[in-house]
């Protein structure tokens, strides 16, 4: 079974600091990964994802993350944030051929001037 | 092209009422589903509908029923709501049989049972 934990329930930054959130799966065979942001008040929208083209991926709005199948890890990060960045993050896993993806519980990115 | 809508957007209830919450998408998507989102859960998955015709519980299926009306419709109905059902509800759309597997979202229904 599928499963994903996303490490810290918040993560405050400074403006202009490296953004890293991250995450970790369990699955019996390389999955699907994707990051959402979701903004106050709004649903889910994709940020990045993963489907084995390559293993560091880039996604919109600056964000990065690497697939790592060694640390079962797809880090979500930005090398510098920007205030329009605090939103919530959530990472999620899709086995192959399922149409019911796993999501983390979702971090809080708090951006401080 | 408006994607995943949701209506309503706000909801109050009074314990043991009913309601439909309607979700339509324009995007000719096979897979729909529901989830609702509390603080600290993330979001978990009530029902699904991998193709016209077809329903699936998911992770909390209990107090809600589906109805997938047509491959743009999928509704989620609450037939005696009750004060532990407050929530946000979130509709997505999706086609996870390919490299597309990605999921688009509406932007949810408030609802709070009172």
């Known amino acids: 079974a599928q499963s994903v934990t996303q490490l810290g329930s918040h993560v405050s930054v400074s403006e202009g600091a490296l953004v890293l959130l991250r995450c970790n799966y369990s699955?019996?065979?390389?999955?699907?990964l994707f990051w959402y942001v979701q903004y106050p008040n709004q649903g889910l929208q994709l940020l990045l994802k993963?489907?084995?083209?390559?293993?560091l991926v880039k996604g919109i709005n600056g964000f990065e993350a690497e697939f790592k199948k060694s640390e079962t890890s797809f880090h979500l990060t930005k090398p510098s944030a920007h205030m329009s960045d605090a939103a919530e993050y959530f990472c999620?896993?899709?086995?192959?051929?399922?149409?019911?993806?796993?999501f983390g519980r979702g971090t809080s990115l708090i951006v401080h001037p | 092209n408006a994607g995943v809508t949701q209506t309503p957007k706000f909801q109050v209830l009074k314990t043991g009422q009913s309601m439909t919450l309607q979700c339509a998408q324009d995007?000719?998507?096979?897979?729909m589903y529901w989830y609702r989102q509390d603080p600290g859960m993330g979001l978990r998955l009530i029902y699904y509908?991998?193709?016209?015709?077809?329903?699936d519980k998911g992770e909390v299926p209990n107090g809600y029923n589906v109805s997938r009306l047509n491959k743009r419709e999928f509704s989620l109905r609450l037939e005696s709501a009750a004060p532990s059902q407050t929530s946000v509800y979130f509709c997505?759309?999706?086609?996870?049989?390919?490299?597309?597997?990605?999921?688009?979202f509406g932007p949810g229904t408030r609802l709070t049972v009172l």
């Open positions: 997505a759309s999706g086609q996870l049989a390919g490299v597309q597997d990605t999921q688009y």
């Open positions: 995007m000719n998507h096979n897979s």
């Open positions: 509908s991998a193709s016209e015709g077809t329903t």
């Open positions: 993963y489907t084995s083209a390559a293993t």
């Open positions: 699955s019996s065979v390389p999955p699907y």
């Open positions: 999620a896993v899709s086995e192959r051929g399922s149409y019911i993806p796993t």
